[in-house]
Every structure is written in C-alpha cells, then in structure tokens.
C-alpha cells in the first residue's frame, strides 16, 4: 500500500473513533463538557494527519489511537466503559463504543506502521 493510502486510511480510522463518539454521545453519554473532548481531538487530529503529510502527523494519528484506548479501559475501570460494550445502556451506546473502538485501535496501528514507514522529511 502506498503512503497516501495508508494515510487515507488512517484519517478515515480517526474519522470512526470520532463517529462512535458522536454515537456515545447521542446515545446519552455524559461527557465532562459539553462537547466530548475526544470528538473534538479526534476530528483535529484526523484535519491534521491528511493536510500535514509528514511523519509526526503519523505518530501523532497512532498516539490519539492509544491515548483514547487508554481512556476506554480507565474508564472501564472505574465506571462504565465496560457496560457500554455489552449494551447495558442501550444499543446505540453499545454500536458508539465498537466503532469508537474500532476507529482508534485501527488508527493506533496505521499511525505506528505509516510512521515506521515513511521517510524521514521532518
């Protein structure tokens, strides 16, 4: 796969994680704002890695990945993270958090590969 692809495809993982949360969200979630911080980092950092081509935008797309990973299970921890997979707050809650999921454990991943992968233009 090509570098613009892969990017592509990292920007659209970002995009996800970001989808599930605007499902988390609607389904009633209480975000600490009013707009959910994650949502808000998520679409900047998705902006970001598909305007800036260089290869911190793609460790930066495999950081946010991890940071909102390590979110959903201290969260899980300590609340309701884990109840939010398993629908025990409603189906859109439950869809919310697999895409969440989904979106930024791909991101993780295609960050850290496309940033292993790129050359060094910084």
Do not use: K
Request: aromatic letters at 8%; a neutral charge.
């Amino acid at each position: 796969m090509n570098e613009y692809a892969h990017r592509a495809l990292l920007t659209a993982a970002l995009a996800f994680g970001a989808l599930g949360i605007s499902l988390l969200w609607a389904g009633g979630v209480e975000f600490p704002i009013v707009v959910p911080p994650g949502l808000v980092i998520l679409t900047v950092g998705a902006v970001v890695v598909s305007a800036v081509r260089r290869r911190w935008t793609a460790w930066l797309g495999c950081v946010l990945g991890v940071f909102v990973l390590v979110g959903f299970v201290v969260s899980g921890i300590n609340g309701e993270g884990f109840e939010n997979l398993v629908g025990d707050h409603g189906t859109t809650i439950a869809v919310g958090q697999v895409v969440q999921l989904i979106g930024v454990g791909a991101a993780a991943a295609l960050g850290a590969t496309l940033g292993l992968r790129s050359p060094a233009r910084d």
